[in-house]
């Protein structure tokens, strides 16, 4: 049996590019805010994702959650008693989940490539942090935001921590 090598670089960019948007969470002072950037088709993924784990039986579970994409910190979270985005997770009860699921898809709907929309006080009012999606051209690519991946700090980062790279 030969090791063969696995591409962490590829599989980042690949898990990039099937989720089909880029996120991040912007906790400078005065923003606090998760940031979406996708076109219109890479953004549904998400209203798709959020059908997905509405959709399953194992969700209904009160802290049942999912973790996505290629560093797991963006969590949808079932809770019982309040629909919230914190820095930690988007969370609500499913009902709460669906409605946000409507109102990112109708609001998807309305945009163009170059406009943005915001998630706020109309999912949940003791949000800690808002939502913002950032409608791109739909030739997209959500790797092309990955400062890691693009800078090249990524393949040093792999290389320190794989056991090829540990001293």
């Known amino acids: ?3 063969k090598k696995i591409d962490i670089d590829q599989m ?3 898990e990039w590019r099937q ?3 880029y996120y991040d969470l912007d906790e400078r002072l005065g923003v606090n ?3 979406f950037y996708g076109s219109k088709s890479g953004l549904q ?3 798709k994702l959020l059908d997905d784990y509405t959709n399953s039986p194992s969700r209904d579970i009160v802290f049942e959650h999912d973790h996505y994409g290629p560093y797991m910190y963006l969590k949808i979270i079932t809770l ?3 629909a919230i985005i914190t820095d930690n997770a988007i969370g ?8 946000l699921r409507k109102i990112i898809a109708d609001k998807l709907s309305k945009a163009e490539p170059g406009q943005t929309f915001n998630i706020d006080k ?4 003791n949000n800690t942090v808002t939502a913002k999606f950032f409608v791109m051209a739909d030739n997209f690519d959500p790797v092309s935001m990955d400062e890691l991946i693009v800078s090249g700090r990524q393949k040093i980062v792999n290389h320190k921590h794989s056991p090829q790279g540990l001293d």
């Open 1 to 3: 049996m030969t090791d």
């Open 12 to 14: 980042m960019i690949d």
């Open 19 to 21: 989720l089909g948007f």
């Open 33 to 35: 805010q998760w940031r």
């Open 45 to 47: 993924n998400f209203v």
């Open 80 to 82: 019982d008693d309040q």
């Open 92 to 99: 609500g009860t499913i009902a709460d989940l669906k409605k």
């Open 122 to 125: 109309d999912y949940g009012i």
